[in-house]
Nanobody, 126 residues
Framework: QVQLVESGGGLVQAGGSLRLSCAAS????????MAWFRQAPGKEREFVAA????????YYADSVKGRFTISRDNDKNTVYLQMNSLKPEDTAVYYC???????????????????WGQGTQVTVSS
């Protein structure tokens, strides 16, 4: 049973920072690309960032480029999302996801991801 468990969400003022973590039970974790998505109330789930199995390739949505950083620690089976300069429009439930295809191409399409976490709430106040 594969589990992805997100943590680190919370309430923060605009301009502040948060660091999300996603602990994965995937083995071997280092084989798989990982990603973060988010879903705001009344909106579709949207792509935020993805990282290759090695961490050597990263891909960001335009809306977070320059403010968010995705990273991973394969020894800890964990992927992170460092979020800086947060805006009220970043308010959403954030999900991590795993792509088991072992493709060399990072994807922003949610249907390409095989496993999902339960999500962690991020609320940015103005």
């Amino acid at each position: 049973q594969v589990q992805l468990v997100e943590s680190g969400g919370g309430l923060v003022q605009a301009g502040g920072s948060l660091r999300l973590s996603c602990a994965a039970s995937l083995r071997p974790f280092s084989w798989y690309a990982m990603a973060w998505f988010r879903q705001a109330p009344g909106k579709e789930r949207e792509f935020v960032a993805a990282i290759s199995w090695s961490g050597g390739s990263r891909y960001y949505a335009d809306s977070v480029k320059g403010r968010f950083t995705i990273s991973r620690d394969n020894d800890k089976n964990t992927v992170y999302l460092q979020m800086n300069s947060l805006k009220p429009e970043d308010t959403a439930v954030y999900y991590c996801a795993a792509d088991l295809s072992r493709s060399t191409i990072l994807t922003m399409v949610q249907y390409d991801y095989d496993y999902w976490g339960q999500g962690t709430q991020v609320t940015v106040s103005s």
